[in-house]
């Protein structure tokens, strides 16, 4: 019924940058939070960023002062600017919102997650 799809990874040199953008389609009635979540190899799955749907945003220190998230409601969009990139920010980057559906038939909130985008940083 919902889906997200990530688009805009890729491979960049240290200090580069690249723009991360998800969006959300289906039966969709209102999105909450919306973030990204990232997962290098060997390692957990962590919150980069997150903005609620009152414009409140988060970030994880790691990525504070050069990454910049925001979100588009009316295209049910959400984008992550990266920017001064360095190699430990190489992983696969998940998008991912709290959704609510409601239909006739079904109404439910939870969370869905795109299937994730590569960004490595290198060279």
């Known amino acids: 019924q919902v889906q997200l799809v990530e688009s805009g990874g890729g491979l960049v040199q240290p200090g580069g940058s690249l723009r991360l953008s998800c969006a959300a389609s289906?039966?969709?009635?209102?999105?909450?939070?919306m973030g990204w979540y990232r997962q290098a190899p060997g390692k957990q799955r962590e919150v980069v960023a997150a903005i609620h749907n009152n414009g409140q945003t988060i970030y994880s220190d790691p990525v504070k002062g050069r990454f910049s998230i925001s979100r588009d409601d009316a295209k049910n969009t959400v984008d992550l600017q990266m920017n001064s990139l360095k190699p430990d920010d190489t992983a696969v980057y998940y998008c991912?919102?709290?959704?609510?559906?409601?239909?006739?038939?079904?109404?439910?909130?939870?969370?869905?997650w795109g299937q994730g985008t590569q960004v490595t940083v290198s060279g």
């Open positions: 991912a919102a709290n959704i609510l559906v409601r239909t006739p038939n079904v109404e439910h909130e939870r969370d869905y």
């Open positions: 289906g039966t969709i009635h209102k999105i909450n939070a």
